[in-house]
């Protein structure tokens, strides 16, 4: 049994180990050590440094439209507040009271407005289904949630500010205006990697203890002791050779998952997100100014369905000077979770040419005043996906409750930071609450709708089989040659 003496060893220090560990060590939990392979204390989960988990990237969408799914709606509005106070508290501390990588200009979140749009004239249903929802069980925010080319809430807009009436315009070249949708003015931005510095933060002040870096933050197996059909964990070996003997064992480790926990292969899947970035010169401070989260704010763009569908997005620029986009639509899988990255041993430095080729065409027409720079950077950021999009935080069947799962991010997680920790708790506590039931251990079926993880080895969207994109490829964002799709 879980006892706050307990010794925990959590496995990876994304947003589920972070998350989990403050809300067991602010519970009274005692004995809690986050292992990870990259060494946060020193590169500051900046992906420029090495980092390649999800977490550690400069922005995330924050939003809390949710469609009908309202335990995630009501789970985003309860963690805004955090966000709020959080940045609060950052704005009001000096300089010393902050740890290293952090400073009091470090806003966690930016309130730029997010806008939802999709291609056509009709709303699409995931919108409508939000802002229905959002009606009948939270009223008030959806006052702040405003419908394209809609004349009486642009009205509305204009009462509140002339400047929100800009930014409701400020994507209205993407497929020609052709499109629906809705912009939120209390959703925004999070600043990934400030974000997970400060949470690493206060963990270490509520007594969490960190092993980073490679080799000994770095696991290289479990220490598993096999009695049949009960097995159990008593701990981790590390890369530098060291064992680490625990009551319990919580793998967060993102993609990299199911190669800790072989079990795990059906329940969660790697898959490559394309990230792509413009670097703005300092020069021109018209676009600077222009993309700033206080004119511009944060998007996501759907079409299509099943294999032809697309969401992309774009994010208000950087203080340091960059603009990111985002691809998830057919997806690149890796079905062994040995996720590729910059980094990896086997580094990549393209992305797949599909999704890249897609985005370009959107960017090209919604914002033609970047044609001239192409884009500068690229990044394959690795989701973790579910059969089903919600999360597995449960203990590993057979295991005598030694091992626990903690994962599953499906490309939604990063707005919980501050918050999911709580329910994950409850999960390890064995308190049922509202997500107990859709985070359970599960593993993809066949004949039933799994999110594409049944297909294998042999699957088409295996990352081997998937068609890259040349370097040059980038530079372009019009009438290329190597344009080919
Ligand atoms: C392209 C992309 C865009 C996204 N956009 C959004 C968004 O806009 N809004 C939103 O809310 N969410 C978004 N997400 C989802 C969000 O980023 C994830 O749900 C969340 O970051 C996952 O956190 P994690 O802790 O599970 O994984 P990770 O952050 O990947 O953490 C896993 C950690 O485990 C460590 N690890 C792995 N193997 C080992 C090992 N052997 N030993 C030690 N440590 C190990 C890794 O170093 C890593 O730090 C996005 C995700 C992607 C990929
Ligand atoms: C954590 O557990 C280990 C192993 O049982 C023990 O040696 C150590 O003193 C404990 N630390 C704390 C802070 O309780
Ligand atoms: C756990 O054990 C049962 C009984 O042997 C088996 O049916 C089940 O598949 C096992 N679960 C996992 C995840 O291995």
Known sequence: MLSQDSKIIIVGGGVFGLSTSLWLARAGYKNITIYDRCAFDKSFYN???GCDGASADINKVFRMAYADQVEYQQLAIEARDIWQAWTDKIMASSPSELPDGLTPEDKLLHVCG???LGEGTVLRDYYRDSLVTMEKTAPEFRKMQFLKDNGEEEARLRKISEKWVEKYHAIDGINNGNTNGFIDIQAGITIADKACVYTRFLC?????NFVLGDPQGKLSSLIVEDKGVQKRVKGIKTYD??????DLVIVAAGSWTASIIPEAHHTVEATAGTVMFIDIPKERQDLWKKFHPDNYPVWSYRKGDGDNYYQGGGFPISKEGRLKFGFRGRKAASRISTPRTKYSKQPIDTVPLYG????????????????????TDSRLCWYTDSPDNNYVVDYVPNYSDSLFICTGGSGHAFKFLPILGKHIKNQLERVPDQFTAAWKWRVAEEGKPNNGLLEGEEGPREMSRVEMADREFFICLLHCSADRL
């Open 241 to 246: 050779g060291l064992s680490h003997f625990g």
């Open 114 to 116: 997010s806008y939802f």
């Open 47 to 49: 992906p420029l440094n």
């Open 356 to 375: 890249l080729s897609r985005m370009k065409e959107v960017i090209a027409q919604g914002f033609p005043e970047l044609v001239e720079f192409g884009f």
């Open 204 to 208: 270490e002040q509520a007594g969490v």
